[in-house]
């Protein structure tokens, strides 16, 4: 696999992950280790009786946060360049994600600058979730610490 440095993220790049479904186990397993114990995500009866949102079990926004790193980590992109993830900013939930659901990402490089140092770069991407019917459910923006090619 070739190595992709910043300079192979100028800005206006655009890239789509792969794609992954939300099963109920992932929240479980998400709510456990998190102690997010919410009637929201771990009470069934709440859920089908009184919750605002109807439609089925919803994924917790950190969840979805975490599947949307892993799947831009599958595109091998960042493999052994990425450095640190500077901020994330702008982030909004346009709808609930539910079990059931698939995702993937699709990012768009907005700036790219070099550091004081020249040996790294910062990009501010836009990153937007979207589900099965192509609608955007979650976007942020985010700034990633990149390495540079050796000069």
Not at 17 to 25: D, I, L, N, Q
Not at 99 to 114: Q, S
Not at 117 to 132: A, C, M, P, Y
Request: aromatic content about 12%; hydrophobic content about 40%; some cysteine.
């Amino acid at each position: 696999m070739s190595l992709h440095y910043f300079e192979d993220f100028p800005p206006g790049l655009q890239y789509k992950t792969p794609a992954r479904s939300v099963f109920e186990a992932d929240i479980v397993n998400f709510v456990a280790i998190s102690g997010l114990y919410e009637d929201l995500f771990c009470n069934i009866e709440w859920i089908q009786n009184e919750s605002p949102i109807k439609g089925g079990r919803y994924a917790p926004i950190a969840l979805l946060w975490a599947f949307a790193q892993g799947l831009t980590v599958r595109t091998g992109l960042y493999e052994k360049t990425f450095v640190a993830i500077l901020g994330v900013d702008n982030m909004r939930i346009t709808a609930p994600c539910l079990v059931g659901d698939t995702m993937h990402v699709e990012v768009t490089v907005n700036e790219a600058r070099v550091t004081s140092k020249g040996d790294k770069g910062v990009l501010n991407s836009r990153f937007e979730l979207v589900n099965q019917r192509d609608e955007t459910f979650m976007y942020y923006d985010m700034q990633q610490m990149v390495l540079c090619r050796e000069q």
